[in-house]
């Protein structure tokens, strides 16, 4: 018994299993990046060849068309633009067009004085000083004509007054633009300024602005005679002029024909050597002085001599 119970102190005990939890392994994944493959022209046909071109080489048309049109077009609107600037700054001299041209004077009449909208008159226009002269040279006439070609400035009260207490018809005439704009009677009106020459003109109109600017605008100068053959006023009973172009325009007139006979010509300004060298001029024409004013003077035909 002894010897049994040594022999089971001498057998080895039996190893407890192995609890442990394995560890998984994370193996890296190892991805392979694309290679470039760069197309081999060499070994493509010709047709495959000019297919992969085509859209490049229509791009570069493309672009080279739409940038030479965007060139031209832009030295065409600067050259456009400098012509214009051109233009506005130089002045035409029309010498070819005579003052009697029926073509010229069709276009005035039918492009430039047509009939205006109707104005409101100021109430009960009083009359002039002017208008006692008329009065004394012609009687309270009725149904007389004018014609007030002045560069710039309101209506003539004079002519407002025969306009309208007297019936009287007629074409106001004027240079600056907003003026023009600013007419008021039921006369008809011409945006237009007085040539000091025979023949017409386009230049460029400046008026000054009371802030020290000056606003510029093309103009069409026209002979005398010819607003007086548009408007049919060759035998107007009163003419009205101003500006330095007034005596130069009277010089062309053609006295000599039947068909005008202006009976009285007011000439406005206040220098005392173009009064007297306008005075002296129309007295060559049969003209007298009726009457002078602070800024004018006024004159009548003389009957005819026998």
């Known amino acids: 018994m002894e010897q049994a119970e040594g022999s089971d102190k001498n057998i080895p005990p039996k190893p407890l299993p192995d609890k442990t939890v394995p560890v998984p392994v994370v193996v890296p994944v190892v991805t392979r990046s694309p290679r470039l493959t760069i197309p081999s022209f060499t070994k493509t046909s010709p047709n495959e060849l000019y297919r992969k071109l085509l859209p490049a080489v229509l791009f570069l048309l493309t672009f080279v068309t739409v ?31 005579p003052q009697e041209s029926p073509p010229l004077v069709a276009y005035v ?41 002045l560069p710039k400035g309101p209506r003539d009260n004079t002519t407002l007054f025969l306009e309208a207490v007297r019936g009287w018809d ?27 020459t025979n023949h017409p003109r386009e230049v460029t109109y400046q008026e000054s602005e009371s802030s020290g600017s000056a606003f510029r605008s093309r103009v069409l100068c026209l002979p ?81 001599r026998h």
């Open 170 to 196: 007629g074409v106001v005439v004027r240079a600056a633009a907003r003026d023009y704009l600013a007419l008021r009677g039921a006369a008809r009106a011409l945006h237009a300024c007085l040539s000091p």
């Open 224 to 304: 005398l005679y010819t607003v007086l053959l548009a408007a049919e006023a060759a035998r107007a009973q009163l003419l009205l002029l101003a500006g330095e172009a007034a005596l130069p325009a009277l010089t062309h007139l053609p006295y000599h024909l039947p068909d005008l006979q202006l009976q009285v010509i007011e000439v406005f300004s206040t220098d005392a050597s173009y009064r007297n060298k306008t005075s002296e001029f129309l007295a060559t024409k049969n003209y007298t002085v009726a009457a002078t004013f602070a800024d004018s003077v006024m004159y009548s035909l003389s009957p005819p």
């Open 109 to 149: 009449r039918q492009l430039h004085l047509a009939p205006r909208a109707a104005h409101v008159q100021p109430p009960n226009p009083e009359p002039t000083p002017r208008v006692k002269i008329l009065d004394q040279i012609f009687g309270s006439e009725e149904q007389g004509t004018f014609v007030e070609f």
């Open 67 to 97: 940038m030479t049109v965007l060139l031209v077009y832009m030295d065409t609107v600067a050259l456009g633009a400098q012509q214009f600037r051109l233009n506005m700054s130089r002045d035409y001299e029309l010498a070819k067009i």
